[in-house]
């Protein structure tokens, strides 16, 4: 099943004083990082997938040119967290950002979650369902439905085993993970991000209210699209499957495609309710 693009949104342009703040550094509220101005209107969260921080977000704001108020997840261990602990437990993870967003002023909230974000994204929409912030919507990306991912062992990785991976996934060059300096920095987040994943389960299919969105790549060898079309049973209310060209990283080498839809998603759904 799959959701038509719909015709792209007009956005305004970006002028001085929208780049200046683009290029300052974002707001910060517990785990939660804001790029770009802020702006009335809805608001669009984004959960990274594993080893990643708020910053893989960054260059979204741009592309979504106001059309959505552009949020990230940072977890501990990175960025400016980075003096904290990793973190391995999926529910401390879904805990911080529940925190974090029900500290914010209530507006129509779109959550975006890729690989790991996705089942973040998915478990924050889930306890958030039936509050006053309860999204209008989530978005999953690049991850099997959840009692598919969790056949999974839990696993040590080494460090043989995240530069293997890292290079399978693609977007990760062989010489480049055999870099020592580059190992330090990123494999410790990648490590606790991957386990973390690993304890999380969810053996059978549970219904949310939210509405939800699968997105898949159409070469992607972590998540198939036969994967991720499971999550349609997640919900009450299926927005449908779109794919789009690329492996696992689709939506950064397909970038203004995937934005493209997320917005034309979010415009439907505002403007059904």
Same mark, same amino acid.
């Given at each position: 099943? $799959?959701?038509?693009?719909?015709?792209?949104? $007009?956005?305004?342009?970006?002028? *001085? @004083?929208?780049?200046?703040?683009? /290029?300052?550094? *974002?707001?910060?509220?517990?785990?939660?990082?804001?790029?770009?101005?802020?702006?009335?209107?809805?608001?669009?969260?984004?959960? *990274?997938?594993?080893?990643?921080?708020?910053?893989?977000?960054?260059?979204?704001?741009?592309?979504?040119?106001?059309?959505?108020?552009?949020?990230?997840?940072?977890?501990? +261990?990175?960025?400016?967290?980075?003096?904290?602990?990793?973190?391995?437990?999926? !529910?401390? &993870?879904?805990?911080?950002?529940?925190?974090?967003?029900?500290?914010?002023?209530?507006?129509?909230?779109?959550?975006?979650?890729?690989?790991?974000?996705?089942?973040? +994204?998915?478990?924050?929409? =889930?306890?958030?369902?039936?509050?006053? #912030? !309860? *999204?209008?919507?989530?978005?999953?990306?690049?991850?099997? $439905?959840? #009692?598919?991912?969790?056949?999974?062992?839990?696993?040590?990785?080494?460090?043989?085993?995240?530069?293997?991976?890292?290079?399978?996934?693609?977007?990760?060059? /062989?010489?480049?993970?055999?870099?020592?300096? &580059?190992?330090?920095?990123?494999?410790?987040?990648?490590?606790? %991000?991957? !386990?973390?994943?690993?304890?999380?389960?969810?053996? @059978?299919?549970? =219904?949310?209210?939210?509405?939800?969105?699968?997105? $898949?790549?159409?070469? %992607? !060898?972590?998540?198939?699209?036969?994967?991720?079309?499971?999550?349609?049973?997640?919900?009450?209310?299926?927005?449908? &499957?779109?794919?789009?060209?690329?492996?696992?990283?689709?939506? =950064?080498?397909?970038?203004?495609?995937?934005? %493209?839809?997320?917005?034309?998603?979010?415009? /439907?759904?505002?403007?059904?309710?």
């Amino acid at each position: 099943m $799959a959701v038509p693009a719909g015709p792209r949104h $007009a956005r305004p342009a970006c002028g *001085p @004083a929208d780049r200046a703040a683009v /290029q300052r550094s *974002p707001v910060s509220t517990g785990c939660l990082h804001r790029f770009g101005p802020e702006r009335r209107g809805a608001r669009l969260l984004c959960v *990274p997938h594993a080893g990643a921080s708020a910053d893989a977000y960054a260059p979204w704001v741009r592309d979504l040119g106001g059309a959505l108020e552009l949020w990230a997840v940072t977890p501990a +261990g990175r960025r400016d967290r980075a003096d904290e602990p990793l973190n391995r437990d999926p !529910q401390r &993870l879904v805990t911080e950002v529940v925190s974090a967003l029900t500290a914010l002023d209530e507006r129509p909230l779109f959550v975006f979650g890729h690989s790991m974000g996705a089942l973040i +994204g998915f478990e924050v929409a =889930a306890e958030l369902a039936g509050s006053p #912030h !309860q *999204p209008r919507a989530v978005i999953v990306s690049g991850s099997p $439905a959840p #009692h598919i991912r969790s056949r999974h062992r839990e696993n040590d990785y080494t460090d043989d085993d995240l530069a293997e991976s890292l290079v399978d996934w693609g977007g990760t060059a /062989q010489e480049l993970v055999g870099d020592l300096e &580059l190992r330090e920095l990123l494999f410790p987040p990648l490590r606790a %991000d991957l !386990q973390l994943c690993d304890r999380y389960h969810r053996t @059978a299919p549970w =219904a949310s209210p939210v509405p939800l969105a699968a997105l $898949a790549g159409r070469d %992607d !060898q972590v998540a198939p699209p036969s994967d991720v079309t499971p999550w349609e049973d997640y919900t009450t209310d299926f927005l449908g &499957l779109r794919t789009f060209t690329g492996g696992h990283f689709f939506p =950064a080498t397909s970038r203004r495609e995937v934005i %493209d839809h997320v917005v034309s998603l979010a415009m /439907q759904v505002l403007t059904r309710h």
